[in-house]
């Protein structure tokens, strides 16, 4: 099956500093989703993104399909921020695996 | 909108006894999902379902039944529980994409389960 890794494992930065995450999948995928679960365990969907470049805020990302890797920005952070980040993708083959295969995550800290 | 919801929010349970996880989504999802997640593990996927009326194995189905009678609810049962079936489990519906495949997945706020 896809393997997802994701880096850095985890990540300390101080508020309003600039951070860039990554997720690299072993095979081509149709489906690319980043996540974000905070503190309090919820889990959150970020981006739709299995190929392109999108932003929502203070939040981009970009996935390059030919070269199997995405990466999430997340600029002038806040604490906010703080909690795991999951990249998780799919790939449809002709019976389709209906489901996502998640990494591992990248822990953030944002410290005041 | 309400989105995904689950109840309980929480719930302790002695070795052996049962209890079913509601899952409600309002959003018309063909897709939905449970999970658990525990320390270390990440997420790993327990059962699903692709419509009314279906339901499928994922990677770590023992010890769990689903049924999924009504296209907006998703049933989780442990029939008998155990201290390993202790974690926090999640449930999630996707959208359609336009190519007909999976789209963006939208998780509920979880359940935390300690069977003692």
């Known amino acids: 099956g896809i393997q997802v890794e994701q880096s850095p494992p985890d990540l300390i930065l101080q508020e309003g500093a600039n951070s860039t995450l990554r997720c690299n999948f072993s095979?081509?995928?149709?489906?690319l989703q980043w996540f974000h679960q905070n503190p309090w365990g919820q889990l959150i969907n970020l981006f739709y993104?299995?190929?392109g470049t999108k932003q929502n805020g203070r939040l981009s990302a970009t996935t390059v399909a030919t070269e199997r890797y995405s990466l999430l920005y997340i600029s002038s952070s806040q604490t906010t921020d703080s909690g795991v980040y999951f990249c998780?993708?799919?790939?449809?083959?002709?019976?389709?695996?209906?489901?996502?295969?998640f990494g591992t995550g990248t822990l953030l800290a944002v410290q005041p | 909108n309400a989105g995904v919801t689950q109840t309980p929010k929480f719930r302790v349970l002695k070795t052996g006894q049962s209890m079913t996880l509601l899952c409600a989504q309002d959003?018309?999802?063909?897709?939905m999902y449970w999970y658990r997640q525990d320390p270390g593990m990440g997420l790993r996927l327990i059962h699903y379902?692709?419509?009314?009326?279906?339901?499928a194995k994922g990677e770590v189905p023992d010890g769990y039944n689903v049924s999924r009678l009504k296209k907006q609810n998703f049933l989780l049962g442990l029939e008998s529980a155990a201290p390993s079936q202790t974690s926090v489990y999640f449930c999630?519906?996707?959208?359609?994409?336009?190519?007909?495949?999976?789209?963006?997945?939208?998780f509920g706020p979880g359940t935390r389960l300690t069977v003692t």
């Open positions: 998780a993708v799919e790939r449809w083959y002709g019976g389709a695996t209906n489901k996502l295969i």
């Open positions: 999630a519906s996707t959208t359609t994409s336009p190519s007909g495949g999976r789209g963006e997945q939208y």
């Open positions: 959003m018309n999802h063909e897709y």
């Open positions: 993104i299995p190929s």
């Open positions: 095979d081509s995928v149709n489906n």
């Open positions: 379902s692709v419509g009314e009326g279906t339901t």
